[in-house]
C-alpha cells in the first residue's frame, strides 16, 4: 500500500481506504507527541434503537446508559470546535434520531463549522426533519441491508412495511438534495454476511431505483470471541455477485463494495492500534472509550469518561485520556489477539502501521481532494 494508491479506485468517493494522510498537520503534532483533538468522532446520542438487526454489533457494547441531553451535546460541540475537532458522525452504538436532540445537534454542528453527517435506519425521518437536517449535513447514510421487503424484515427485525416507509424517505432525500441545490451525499449501506447473499443484487437494483448517490456494500464486524458468528472464509463464493453488483453504478449512483476489508477475512497485518486518537468512538451514553469494541463494561480498563459528566475538553487533555492511547500503541498491546475483527480505525491503522515501519511516506496524496474529507 502507499500514499499514491489510496484514491486510485475511487473516482468520486473514497469508501474503501482512509482519508488520513489529507491530515498531515495532525500527524506531525502526534509524532511530536502533543495531545491531539480527533479528526473525527463517531458517536451516538442515544444507546436505544427501533430496529432489531441480525448483525447488530450494539448488543455487545452494553454499558451504564446516561442521557445525552441538549444542553450535554451543546457543550461538547462547543468544546469540539475549540479544540479542532473536523467531522462528527452520529453512527456508533444506538438510533440517533430517537434522541429529542437529534435535530439540534446537526444544526448547531453544522453552524460551528464542524462536517457533521448521520448514520441511520431512517424510519422516523420525514420531510420535515429532512429539511431542518439536510443542509447541514455532509452525507446521510441509511443502513438498509436488504433489497425485498419480506427480508428486510427477517434480516433488520421490524415489519415487512417499514421497508416501504424507508425507501420513500430515501427518495425524498433524493428529492429535497435536487430541489435545494445541497451537496450533502446520500448513501445505502449494507451490512454484508454471507447469508445475505440473496439481497446483493436486489439491493443494488433498488439502488439504482431510489437513486442515492451510492450503495455501500461492507463486511460485518464481529468481536474477538465470534460472537455474531461471521464466516469471514464464507465471502469468497460471493466476489462474482459482487462484481454484479458493482455493474449497477451510473454517472450519478455509485456502487462500492468495501473490498479490502472482505478480503481481509477478519484478519488484521498489524498489532499497535495507533488510530485511536485520530478517529474516536463515544457510545450513545456519553462513554468515551478507544473504540467501539471496548464500550461493554468488561472492558472497563479502557474507559476514559463520560461526557454527560464531564467536559470533553478536559477528558481530550487529561492524563487518563492519553494513558489509554498510548497503552494501545505500545508493545504491550496486540490488536491481533486483543481485538475484534476489522474495526473502524482499521484502515487508519493500516496507514500508520505503515508509516512507523517505513513502508510508507507522509506526503498529500496527489490529485483534487475526495468528498468527506474530515470522515477519515
Avoid at 462528527?88 to 453552524?111: M, Q
Avoid at 439481497?199 to 437494483?205: D, E, F, N, V
Avoid at 475538553?313 to 494501545?328: A, P, Q, T
Wanted: charged share 25%; glycine share 8%.
Amino acid at each position: 500500500m502507499s500514499v499514491s494508491s489510496l484514491g486510485e479506485e475511487h473516482t468520486r468517493l473514497i469508501l474503501d481506504g482512509t482519508k488520513i494522510a489529507w491530515h498531515q498537520d495532525r500527524i506531525a503534532a502526534w509524532e511530536r507527541g502533543e495531545r491531539i483533538a480527533p479528526i473525527t468522532i463517531d458517536m451516538a446520542l442515544t444507546r436505544a434503537c427501533n430496529f432489531g438487526c441480525n448483525y447488530c454489533y450494539a448488543m455487545m457494547q452494553e454499558n451504564e446508559r446516561l442521557p445525552i441531553t441538549k444542553d450535554v451535546i451543546i457543550n461538547f460541540l462547543d468544546d469540539c470546535a475549540e479544540i479542532g475537532v473536523k467531522g462528527i458522525s452520529l453512527v456508533s452504538d444506538g438510533e440517533s434520531t430517537l434522541s429529542p436532540a437529534f435535530i439540534d445537534t446537526i444544526v448547531h454542528g453544522g453552524k460551528l463549522g464542524i462536517s457533521m453527517a448521520v448514520g441511520t435506519n431512517a424510519y422516523l425521518l420525514n420531510e420535515r426533519k429532512l429539511r431542518e437536517i439536510l443542509p447541514h449535513l455532509a452525507y446521510l447514510r441509511v443502513n438498509i441491508t436488504a433489497g425485498e421487503p419480506a427480508r428486510y424484515a427477517e434480516i433488520m427485525g421490524v415489519k415487512e412495511e417499514w421497508f416501504y416507509k424507508v425507501c420513500e424517505n430515501i427518495r425524498l432525500m433524493r428529492k429535497i438534495k435536487d430541489e435545494e441545490g445541497l451537496s450533502v451525499t446520500i448513501g445505502m449501506q449494507m451490512v454484508l454476511m454471507p447469508q445475505y447473499e440473496d439481497q446483493i443484487i436486489p439491493l443494488a437494483k433498488l439502488g439504482k431505483e431510489l437513486r442515492p448517490d451510492y450503495l455501500v456494500i461492507k463486511h460485518c464486524s464481529d468481536n474477538e470471541d465470534g460472537f455474531l458468528g461471521v464466516d469471514y472464509g464464507g465471502y469468497k463464493k460471493l466476489y462474482d455477485k459482487l462484481h454484479e453488483a458493482e455493474g449497477y453504478s451510473d454517472d450519478d449512483y455509485q456502487v462500492t463494495v468495501k473490498w479490502s476489508k472482505i478480503k481481509d477475512e477478519g484478519t488484521r497485518s498489524y498489532q499497535r492500534c495507533y488510530g485511536a486518537p485520530f478517529i474516536l468512538q463515544i457510545s450513545g451514553s456519553g462513554l468515551i472509550a478507544p473504540c467501539g469494541m471496548l464500550f461493554n463494561e468488561q472492558y472497563k480498563k479502557f474507559h476514559i469518561g463520560n461526557i454527560v459528566t464531564e467536559r470533553f475538553k478536559d477528558i481530550i487533555y487529561g492524563d487518563r485520556y492519553w494513558e489509554v492511547m498510548n497503552y494501545l500503541a505500545s508493545p504491550s498491546f496486540n490488536a491481533q489477539k486483543m481485538c475484534g475483527s476489522l474495526c473502524l480505525q482499521h484502515k487508519v491503522n493500516e496507514y500508520l502501521d505503515g508509516y512507523k515501519k517505513g513502508n510508507i511516506e507522509l506526503a498529500i496524496p496527489d490529485g483534487p481532494l475526495p468528498n468527506h474529507l474530515n470522515f477519515i
